[in-house]
């Protein structure tokens, strides 16, 4: 265990962390907000979703230099090289109660990093049906067929009759 001394700049850490972790729960609110909208097929407000997942992963980038930083001066307390200086080595060489807030940190980023590529694989399969459906909107309007296979997995080349703009609307 590390005395108190060797754990001077762990405060400033774990602020960071904490930083860290409501950037990652905000991160996670937007792309769940970004499914809501792709699964309501609300598009006219997607790309401004899609504008604040992009904001908040420049903040999360901001706040992982911070964090690079707090960590790198723990290193320097401890004199240990930067990347000997992990989650699991501050759960166990801090002292109480510190090892415990960053045993909780631990568990709520994996439990979080879980949740957002859950997330992230939905959106992406929504966007992707969306997608589908757009283009093949757009293809029965301008009278091209979407474009399907045979049994053999050959493009089927036969055309659908075009149809007319004003008999779709």
């Known amino acids: 265990?590390?005395?108190?001394?060797?754990?001077?700049?762990?405060?400033?850490?774990?602020?960071t962390l904490w930083t860290e972790r409501?950037?990652?729960e905000h991160l996670l609110y937007r792309l769940v907000s970004a499914r809501l909208l792709l699964a309501s097929e609300e598009r006219r407000f997607l790309g401004a979703a899609l504008a604040e997942v992009e904001e908040t992963m420049?903040?999360?980038?901001?706040?992982?230099?911070?964090?690079s930083a707090a960590l790198a001066s723990v290193a320097h307390d401890w004199r240990e090289p930067r990347e000997s200086v992990t989650l699991g080595r501050l759960i166990e060489e801090c002292?109480?109660?510190?090892?415990?807030?960053?045993?909780?940190?631990?568990?709520?980023?994996?439990?979080?990093?879980?949740?957002?590529?859950q997330t992230a694989a939905?959106?992406?399969?929504?966007?992707?049906?969306?997608?589908?459906?757009?283009?093949?909107?757009?293809?029965?309007?301008?009278?091209?067929?979407?474009?399907?296979?045979?049994?053999?997995?050959?493009?089927d080349t036969a055309a659908a009759a075009p149809t007319r703009v004003n008999q779709v609307l």
């Open 58 to 67: 420049a903040r999360l980038w901001d706040a992982e230099t911070a964090r």
């Open 95 to 117: 002292p109480p109660p510190w090892g415990e807030m960053f045993a909780d940190h631990q568990a709520e980023f994996q439990r979080l990093a879980t949740e957002i590529e």
């Open 1 to 15: 265990m590390k005395t108190i001394e060797e754990c001077r700049n762990v405060p400033a850490l774990a602020e």
């Open 22 to 24: 409501h950037l990652v």
């Open 122 to 155: 939905e959106n992406r399969r929504l966007a992707s049906v969306s997608l589908t459906s757009i283009s093949d909107s757009l293809s029965s309007l301008i009278g091209n067929a979407p474009q399907t296979y045979t049994a053999a997995g050959r493009a």
